[in-house]
């Protein structure tokens, strides 16, 4: 059975006739149906009942079109991501969650174009669904996110695990926790969460480290983005939650509190092709961890090659 095979089938299917699919395929109709014939020889079954008008596939016709389309799609993936493979030398484009880029992503970014001043980088914002995406169809090399989406195409590496904090007003009555406060000190107040765009993102995230802790605050505010939930923290109309690198957003009269709970944590990955084994994206791990270095960051060192959870 040949992949030529299960396109002239899947066409079949879905044109629901032979005369349609064999003009969708630019082939004529005598040959069409002698290899749907052979298929059906081959694999032992009959695909559609007989004499069917429009063409009805049996129970197990069905079973194996569902199958076929997905063998389908995931050909057309590798050719997409082997024919980026083969161009991705020079330039390496790069996905990111916006909320990395309050934190470490420009200094990564900045030294790494340092480091290769003859490769072309480029960074493209989009949330990690999208990554995992736009990295099958050849559209990015590489991608940093903060949800764990699985896909059995992608690999992914976990960075590090970024502590999370919470943004009050300076004079807030939380202040008195300096050194550090649990979720169920805040579930009562106000609390901006962000982006309001592209789910799954860091507000389903936030949303989820409530519910595990068995809590269900109802004062959870949607806003755009998180400068707009800081300048509303600022002016003491509720708080919120950011990874400790948005500390670097400065708006005046905002205090950070470490949040306690032990999975009040914000995981960065890095995503990438499996068997991709392109050097720019190693070089771009040893720049990361450079940076950890100079930053003082706990991290665990990965290949590229590994998998994380
Ligand atoms: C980080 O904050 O750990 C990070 C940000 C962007 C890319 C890689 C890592």
């Known amino acids: 059975m040949e992949l030529r095979h299960l396109k002239y089938y899947v066409a079949v299917v879905e044109e629901q006739s032979y005369t349609k699919a064999a003009e969708r395929l630019f ?21 559609f009942e007989r004499g069917s008008r429009p063409v009805k596939t049996t129970e197990v016709g069905q079973f194996f079109y569902l199958h076929a389309v997905k063998l389908l799609a995931n050909a057309e993936e590798i050719k997409m ?30 030294l790494f174009r340092q480091q290769q001043p003859k490769l072309r980088i480029e960074l493209q914002e989009m949330n990690t669904k999208q990554q995992i995406e736009a990295l099958k169809e050849g559209k990015i090399d590489v991608g940093f996110g903060r949800l764990r989406i699985s896909d059995p195409a992608i690999h992914r590496i976990l960075l590090r695990e970024e502590p999370l904090m919470v ?25 901006f969460i962000y982006p309001n765009h592209s789910k799954p993102n ?20 949607e806003v755009r983005e998180v400068q707009l939930a800081l300048g509303l923290v600022a002016a003491d109309e ?35 092709r499996n068997m991709d084994e392109n050097s720019n994206i190693q070089s771009l791990m040893e720049c990361i961890y450079q940076v950890y270095d100079q930053e ?3 991290y665990q060192r990965k290949a590229n090659n590994e998998n994380a959870n």
């Open 27 to 47: 082939i004529s109709q005598p040959p069409l149906s002698r290899q749907i014939q052979n298929l059906e020889l081959e694999l032992g079954v009959q695909l």
């Open 81 to 110: 991501m082997t024919q980026r493979v083969g161009t991705a030398e020079k330039t390496l484009t790069i996905g990111f969650v916006g909320s990395l880029l309050f934190g470490l992503l420009p200094k990564i970014i900045y």
């Open 167 to 191: 943004a009050v007003h300076a004079q807030h009555h939380l202040c008195i926790f300096e050194q550090g406060l649990y979720l169920s000190n805040i579930i009562d107040e106000n609390i």
């Open 202 to 221: 860091f507000s389903t995230q936030m949303r989820s480290l409530f519910y595990e802790h068995g809590f269900d605050p109802s004062h959870l505010i």
């Open 238 to 272: 509720g708080i919120c939650i950011i990874p400790q690198s948005a500390r670097a957003i400065q708006i005046p009269n905002l205090k950070f509190i470490p949040l306690l709970d032990k999975a009040a944590i914000s995981p960065v990955f890095l995503a990438a």
């Open 296 to 298: 003082s960051i706990v």
